[in-house]
């Protein structure tokens, strides 16, 4: 099968080369006129196959504070991946607390997402296609060479089509949130076998919020500004979305997403990545993330004084990464809920039935 099964004709049509690919083009659950070139070829953004990492004490010689990293912790295993890195290669390949892992960030679309790479008990790896849908990341799995939508983790063209990744929980956050909380942790390295200019922005300016995506067809959802910073959350068949324009007024959402009472937290101290040429230098957007609001099967109703985050029944202290440090629940953990922080226009693309929050 591959290329060569797909007709003259359809090469005259589809807007994107099929050239090189062994992908069943045949096998597709998207229109394949959806899928656009974005500029580089296939892994001409490199994926990382052997990531190097460092302690987190030794971050502090190529990281400021304020700069933005990606979160995961598996198994008792923290690590932190630099935006800053991750901006010129979109996906790494990893394997974090015994887990194969695929940690992938989407510039176009501010879309940082973790994936199990097992599926049918095959580990996949993946790279970048080259291509886009609504201007989001679509990747390919080397043992295969189906597509994959990083925004759904769903297969969309190739042998594979229809097949999904399981998402793991992740966020975005500021490096001295992880270091603080993680100070035994590890963070990725700028030794990645590529030569970048690791801190730089290639994409200055491109999160103003009011101004179009780039290689997006179709109407973006009128509701917010197309690039207005979200954090999304599906759960139960139910779709939220939590303005960061809301955030920054509450620092503290209490919510109920498909039946599950959860917890929106937010707060300052993070840099945009998108934003000025220099990663370090950029505008503060805030931080985003979201807890299952029960703790030992009690609901908490969460509250912000200041720069504390407090429950209202036990008056205990919680962090952005939903650790409690003092008060009676001291030492306890909220269950993270899956979560992602986009642009408007990406999430509602792919989920238009999205409700979006509004302060009371």
């Known amino acids: 099968t591959g290329a060569t099964s797909v007709s003259h004709a359809a090469h005259e049509i589809l807007p994107f080369s099929t050239r090189g690919w062994r992908t069943d083009f045949t096998k597709h659950s998207v229109p394949l006129s959806e899928i656009l070139p974005g500029g ?10 052997t990531p190097k990492f460092l302690p987190a004490t030794v971050g502090e010689a190529f990281l400021r504070d304020i700069e933005p990293v990606i979160v995961l912790v598996l198994n008792g295993d923290a690590r932190a991946y630099p935006i800053r890195v991750l901006i010129w290669h979109e996906i ?3 394997t974090v607390g015994g887990v194969p892992v695929a940690v992938t960030f989407c510039p176009l679309c501010n879309t940082a997402l973790v994936f199990d790479r097992r599926l049918a008990g095959h580990v996949l790896d993946f790279g970048t296609t080259g291509n886009l849908r609504y201007s989001d990341l679509v990747m390919y799995d080397r043992q295969t060479e189906s597509w994959w939508q990083q925004a759904t983790g769903e297969a969309i063209v190739g042998e594979l089509t229809g097949k999904r990744l399981e998402f793991l929980p992740a966020v975005i956050v500021a490096w001295h949130v992880f270091k603080t909380a993680y100070p035994h942790g590890l963070v990725l390295s700028q030794e990645t076998g590529h030569e970048r200019p690791y801190g730089i922005n290639p994409y200055v300016g491109y999160d103003d919020a009011a101004q179009p995506p780039f290689l997006f067809r179709g109407s973006p959802d009128g509701r917010l500004l197309p690039k207005e910073r979200v954090v999304t959350v599906s759960l139960n068949g139910e779709d939220a979305a939590y303005p960061f324009t809301v955030l920054q007024r509450l620092r503290v959402v209490n919510d109920v997403v498909g039946g599950v009472p959860v917890v929106v937290l ?5 840099t945009s990545a998108l934003d000025a040429e220099v990663i370090r230098e950029s505008r503060d957007v805030g931080a985003a993330t979201v807890y299952r609001a029960t703790v030992a099967g009690r609901q908490l109703t969460f509250r912000a004084a ?3 985050i407090t429950d209202v029944e036990t008056g205990s202290h919680w962090t952005l990464l939903g650790h409690s440090l003092a008060g009676p629940l001291a030492g306890q953990q909220l269950e993270p809920v899956i979560h992602g922080t986009h642009f408007w226009f990406a999430w509602a693309a792919f989920k238009p039935h999205t409700r979006i929050y509004h302060s009371p």
């Open 40 to 49: 580089p070829p296939r892994d001409g953004i490199p994926p990382i196959d």
């Open 92 to 94: 790494v390949n990893d």
């Open 266 to 270: 937010w707060q300052p101290g993070t």
């Open 306 to 308: 200041g720069d504390t």
